[in-house]
């Protein structure tokens, strides 16, 4: 929703009930908890059932992120100074304070964004995962020591921190894509201005309040809530260094513009059109269960979700028969439920998006299997739901084959061997996550060498990084930077090189004599 004054939106009567029992949440700057400076707000839904009101949270303007930045300002001396080790320590206590709020963490988040709590826990036990491996690096933020070209001279690299960071992250998974960039931020000795999605800002406050209790030092981590102005005036402020952002290709290419003018640092992780290839002699049951989690799991709202499955042509209509058999098992609600496997879309805007797919592709030619619009029942009536969807007869230059959906609908792609498969798996702007299932080591070293993506999987579904990896992709999904794995310490430092000198004269390096 866009934003309103508190008193436009309490003279909508429908609304006004639901209001009078909601205290706003706040922002954080400098160690306090506290309003905006505009008087905008914005409303947070339940997408399962928009009755539900998560929360009433302040639209951030101008003075709110001029204070948020100038207190991350303020910390940064005293926190880069502080020993990694001892950052080290207020990480790893947050991890514990995570594993102990788990689930509420999990059903708060459930109710921002939908997915099943299932997946909300998972979410969870990834920024878990996170806080105790990056705490580790506190004691690594490894460097190089090396030769020197002249005699009694040391040379070595060392990681600076970099200073005040902005962090701006999307909704699909609110805890787990923050943890990423901040937990990294803070091993490094940066401090940062944190603007979470407008859709899962509660379940970003609760992640402050869990870092703050950890012992994180005020002004050190910021959040202010708002939207896209509030992201574009984070970006532009003069103040902040690097920007880390994830989200679509299409805003992430206006925030790299702006961060190449200003001569800033900026990592960008974005889009995905992620391909499962299934070969004749793969294992089908699990090359079925692969398809169908990963299409369908975070109901197909991750960048790394399978919106395309390329299949060999003599097992196509086999595969076909039973994906489709197999996908109408699955269970659409609310994702509170314990017994649900596909929760609602976040909003109206992407239910809109998702259902305009369905007319663009039949119109291109695609055969719809299944799905292909919103559930009947009572259950459904006030959320964003929709059913999960499969099209076959999908050629690759198709417009669902092309252009990021984050729904659940996938498209399936017949082709005749290895060589075709891969060359229709690169065919897109983008170039996250792919799979191959085969049982043909060669095919599948063959895969792994020329698939053009950040991530191949052999044997398994295109979702499901592990954060020790490096994550991130090509072509329009990135900007050449990797998240997670020790490759995110080099988004969050600059290297510094250091000679040292111990020969008591002047030796100069390079000095043709
Ligand atoms: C995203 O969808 O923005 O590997 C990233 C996976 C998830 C990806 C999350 N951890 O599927």
Request: one cysteine or more; a positive charge.
């Amino acid at each position: 929703m866009s934003a309103l004054t508190l008193l436009e939106y309490k003279s909508s009567k429908r609304r006004q009930k639901k209001l009078t029992l909601k205290k706003p949440y706040l922002n954080f700057i400098g160690g306090v908890w506290k309003k905006s400076s505009t008087d905008r707000i914005f409303v947070n839904v339940n997408p399962a059932n928009t009755d539900d009101v998560v929360g009433v949270f302040p639209y951030s303007g101008k003075q709110d992120v001029d204070q948020a930045v100038m207190s991350a300002e303020k910390a940064f001396d005293q926190w880069r100074k502080m020993p990694a080790p001892k950052r080290g320590e207020i990480l790893f206590r947050s991890g514990q304070l995570l594993e102990k709020q788990k689930e509420a963490l999990a059903k708060l988040m459930t109710r921002e964004m939908g997915k099943p709590l299932r997946e909300t826990r998972g979410d969870v036990q990834e920024a878990i995962d996170t806080a105790y491996y990056i705490a580790g690096e506190g004691r690594r933020l490894l460097g190089q020591t090396t030769t020197s070209e002249l005699p009694n001279k040391l040379a070595m690299t060392v990681r600076m921190p970099i200073g005040v960071c902005g962090i701006i992250t999307p909704w699909n998974f609110p805890i787990a894509v923050p943890s990423w960039k901040i937990y990294p931020a803070l091993i490094c000795g940066n401090t940062m201005v944190f603007k979470p999605a407008e859709d899962t800002p509660a379940s970003a406050c609760m992640f402050v309040e869990i870092l703050e209790k950890a012992g994180v030092p005020k002004g050190v981590i910021n959040l202010v809530h708002g939207g896209p102005s509030t992201g574009e005036l984070i970006v532009h402020h003069p103040k902040t260094r690097l920007i880390s952002f994830t989200g679509s290709s299409e805003v992430g290419s206006i925030i790299g513009e702006a961060c190449g003018r200003m001569i800033k640092n900026c990592s960008m992780e974005m889009g995905g059109k992620n391909a499962q290839i299934v070969m004749d002699d793969a294992d089908l049951d699990l090359a079925i269960e692969g398809a169908v989690w990963g299409a369908f799991g975070t109901t197909g709202q991750r960048c790394t979700a399978t919106s395309r499955i390329i299949v060999h042509k003599d097992i196509y209509e086999t595969f076909k028969r039973r994906l489709v058999k197999r996908a109408k098992t699955l269970r659409l609600g609310d994702g509170l439920n314990e017994k649900i496997d596909v929760g609602p879309l976040i909003n109206k805007s992407q239910h809109q998006k998702v259902k305009a797919y369905m007319g663009v592709a039949k119109q291109d030619g695609a055969k719809l299997e299944l799905g292909g619009g919103i559930p009947r029942g009572a259950g459904y009536k006030k959320g964003y739901f929709f059913e999960p969807t499969i099209f076959s007869e999908v050629t690759p230059n198709m417009r669902i084959a092309q252009e990021e959906i984050f729904g659940p609908v996938t498209a399936l792609i017949r082709i005749k061997n290895l060589d075709e498969a891969v060359k229709v798996l690169n065919s897109t702007d983008y170039g996250l996550s792919s799979s191959i299932f085969t049982r043909d080591i060669n095919k599948a070293m063959v895969a792994v060498r020329d698939i053009e993506a950040g991530l191949t999987y052999v044997n398994g579904p295109t979702i499901g990084a592990e954060v020790h990896l490096p994550f991130g992709g090509v072509k329009k999904t990135g900007n050449g930077h990797r998240e997670a794995g020790s490759t995110v310490l080099d988004i969050f430092t600059e290297w510094k090189s250091v000679f040292v000198d111990y020969s008591g004269k002047l030796q100069k390096a390079q000095m043709d004599e």
